[in-house]
């Protein structure tokens, strides 16, 4: 059970999983990064279909989610809308994730929410009233209200799993990120370029002692990195 930052308390079982992520520059051919990942020993296939995937994130006044990142806060939050498909319209089937880092495991907790358009007229306050009428639970409602949307961004994602099913890598391309203001946003510019991919491997607690056997055979740096933080680095600059 976890206590959110309201006053009220949400059951929701926790499903803590790892998630090891590693950053390749884009100047490796996306081939030659999946035959990489697909002669891992581990026998990684690709499953489901190659999709674009969305966000916008959403942060306080003060920007805590990203500087709770930003410091290494070991427990810290963050919150976004996701859907799949075309960035700008009319959004179908967006969910509302919160995201829940504890440590070095994570965790995800997923909402329905009303379809809505993305366009220059998307303000604050429209993306709240969409939290108030797709009938979220109430804490998870008194957490998200009063929070700002801050950034939008969207990635090229292709899945694998391993043989025996109980690791699954990411990787993400194509990542790019969009400024969004509180009203009158103008998404005619050209969004800025991540100059990275990202490779991410995730799995549950119970084989972590075997995950270094898989990440060992990978050519790439692993390292702290968080698509959120980047994008708002494209965007804001806070004081030192």
Same mark, same amino acid.
């Given at each position: 059970?976890?206590?959110?930052?309201? =006053?009220? %308390?949400?059951?929701?079982?926790?499903?803590?999983?790892?998630?090891?992520?590693? #950053?390749? &520059?884009?100047?490796?051919? #996306?081939?030659?990064?999946?035959?990489?990942?697909?002669?891992?020993?581990?026998?990684?296939?690709?499953?489901?279909?190659?999709? +674009?995937?969305?966000?916008?994130?959403? =942060?306080?006044?003060?920007?805590?989610?990203?500087?709770?990142?930003?410091?290494?806060?070991?427990?810290?939050?963050?919150? @976004?809308?996701?859907?799949?498909?075309?960035?700008?319209? *009319?959004?179908?089937?967006?969910?509302?994730?919160?995201?829940?880092?504890?440590?070095?495991?994570?965790?995800?907790? *997923?909402?329905?929410?009303?379809?809505?358009?993305?366009?220059?007229?998307?303000?604050?306050?429209?993306? +709240?009233?969409?939290?108030? =009428?797709?009938?979220?639970?109430?804490?998870?409602?008194?957490?998200?209200?009063?929070?700002?949307? *801050?950034? %939008?961004?969207?990635? *090229?994602?292709?899945?694998?799993?391993?043989? =025996?099913?109980?690791?699954?890598?990411?990787?993400?391309?194509?990542?790019?990120?969009?400024? #969004? @203001?509180?009203?009158?946003?103008?998404?005619?510019?050209? &969004?800025?370029?991540? &100059?990275?991919? %990202?490779?991410?491997?995730?799995?549950?607690?119970?084989?972590?002692? #075997?995950?270094?056997?898989?990440?060992? +055979?990978?050519?790439?740096?692993?390292?702290?990195?968080?698509?959120?933080?980047?994008?708002?680095? +494209?965007?804001?600059?806070? &004081?030192?």
């Amino acid at each position: 059970m976890m206590e959110l930052q309201s =006053d009220h %308390v949400l059951e929701i079982a926790n499903n803590f999983r790892y998630e090891r992520k590693y #950053i390749v &520059p884009k100047s490796m051919p #996306i081939p030659e990064l999946v035959a990489i990942v697909k002669a891992n020993p581990a026998f990684f296939r690709e499953v489901f279909y190659e999709r +674009q995937v969305n966000n916008i994130y959403f =942060d306080t006044n003060g920007y805590k989610f990203y500087f709770d990142n930003v410091d290494g806060v070991a427990d810290r939050q963050k919150v @976004r809308i996701r859907w799949y498909g075309d960035t700008l319209g *009319t959004i179908q089937s967006p969910k509302l994730e919160i995201k829940i880092k504890n440590g070095l495991v994570g965790d995800k907790w *997923t909402f329905d929410l009303n379809s809505f358009t993305l366009d220059a007229a998307i303000t604050t306050k429209g993306l +709240q009233s969409l939290f108030a =009428d797709s009938k979220l639970p109430r804490p998870i409602f008194e957490m998200v209200r009063a929070l700002n949307p *801050t950034l %939008v961004n969207s990635y *090229t994602r292709r899945y694998f799993v391993s043989a =025996d099913q109980r690791f699954r890598i990411t990787l993400d391309y194509e990542v790019y990120y969009r400024n #969004i @203001r509180s009203r009158m946003n103008n998404f005619s510019k050209m &969004p800025q370029a991540d &100059p990275f991919n %990202v490779v991410e491997l995730k799995y549950n607690l119970e084989n972590d002692r #075997i995950a270094n056997s898989i990440s060992n +055979q990978f050519p790439f740096r692993l390292s702290k990195n968080s698509k959120y933080v980047n994008g708002v680095n +494209q965007f804001q600059a806070f &004081p030192e």
